[in-house]
């Protein structure tokens, strides 16, 4: 019965005396051969026999299962084991000794492909930082000229000639945003955080603010009440707060005024769920996972401007403040996207 459940369990099983006698053995399938001896410490390293004596004291003098892992080297090769100890009835020791050594490397790997992740994810957001901040002085060099261009020698220029610099101009607009995006993505993940208690009242109106003019343009409704107060990054959740209720203004149909609800209620006991809520065009289920995709636009560039970056900065900045981002819609009605954030301390 016993050699049954060895074969079972993997662990090859031995039942020592409490000087560490071997008095059985009862090798596993597939488990190193050279485990199956009764003389079992001279085939282990000094590194190895030590922890595996302690453990079998241990059970033997409080009678409650031991756990011990220890590595030896056989040949030259490095096995890693898990050691189990037990007392039994009869004031022996089983021992249960199973080779994990596949385990381990394969524990070893994945840190490494995670450090080497990492290490890239660091390499690719700096370099997307530099590479957007170098950009901005050549952009503006390449609009002021084209509009000193027009300025300047627009007389003597034909209408498809002033054509020609008004898509220059509009081009490098475009792409001076798109590189002001890229900023923001990056700062998204590597600025420094400073997480202190932030009303959110105080981020929204600075939002408002900010946006005043939109909002008279557009003749947006917008309602709210009393706000928590979050444990959060001020300017982070700031940029939260700008990007959902953008896009509650720009994904609108022109036949209607935007109409925005601003709503919070406790998600558990330490965070609360701010709820964005909109009248707009609607996202289709399928394309929930592809809005927070970087530059993953569902609609073209003439019918709503931008990078379609702004999403994949709220959950980046939702993500490393500690909550979730959370979507439902329905098309030609409207979309809730909501966030969770720590309660703000005193709350």
């Not at 039994?88 to 394969?106: C, G």
């Not at 957007?132 to 020698?153: M, Q, T, V, W």
């Not at 959902?244 to 609800?261: E, G, T, W």
Request: proline letters at 3%.
């Amino acid at each position: 019965m016993l050699k049954s459940l060895v074969q079972v369990l993997h662990d090859t099983v031995y039942e020592v005396s409490r000087d560490f006698k071997v008095l059985h053995v009862f090798p596993a399938a597939g488990s190193p051969k050279f485990l199956h001896t009764k003389n079992l410490l001279p085939v282990l390293s000094h590194e190895a026999a030590v922890p595996l004596l302690e453990a079998v004291q241990k059970a033997y003098e409080l009678g409650q299962l031991q756990e011990v892992e220890f590595h030896s080297i056989f040949c030259g090769k490095v096995f890693y084991f898990l050691g189990r100890a037990n007392k039994t009835h009869r004031n022996t020791i089983f021992l249960l000794i199973r080779d994990i050594t596949s385990i381990k490397q394969h524990e070893a790997d994945l840190i490494k492909q995670t450090e080497l992740l990492a290490a890239s994810n660091q390499d690719l957001e700096r370099f997307a930082y530099i590479a957007s901040h170098d950009l901005k002085e050549p952009l503006r060099a390449i609009r002021g000229f084209a509009n000193a261009l027009c300025e300047d020698y627009g007389q003597k220029l034909d209408v498809e000639a002033i054509s020609y610099i008004s898509f220059i101009v509009e081009g490098a607009e475009r792409l001076q945003r798109l590189v002001d995006d890229l900023l923001d993505f990056s700062k998204a993940q590597t600025s420094d955080l400073h997480l202190e208690n932030v009303n959110l009242n105080s981020v929204l109106e600075d939002v408002l603010n900010d946006l005043q003019k939109v909002f008279e343009e557009k003749h947006v409704e917008i309602e709210y009440g009393r706000l928590p107060l979050v444990f959060a990054d001020y300017g982070l959740l700031y940029r939260v707060v700008l990007n959902l209720v953008s896009n509650a203004i720009k994904f609108v149909p022109k036949s209607k005024n935007p109409k925005i609800r601003i709503t919070s209620q406790l998600h558990d006991v330490n965070t609360y769920k701010i709820t964005v809520s909109d009248n707009g065009i609607g996202i289709p289920k399928h394309q929930f996972e592809q809005i927070f995709k970087p530059f993953q636009r569902l609609h073209s560039q003439n019918v709503y401007p931008g990078s379609g970056i702004g999403l994949s900065i709220v959950q980046r900045i939702v993500s490393r403040l500690g909550g979730q981002v959370y979507l439902e819609s329905v098309v030609d009605q409207g979309s809730d996207f909501s966030f969770t954030i720590r309660r703000g301390n005193g709350e």
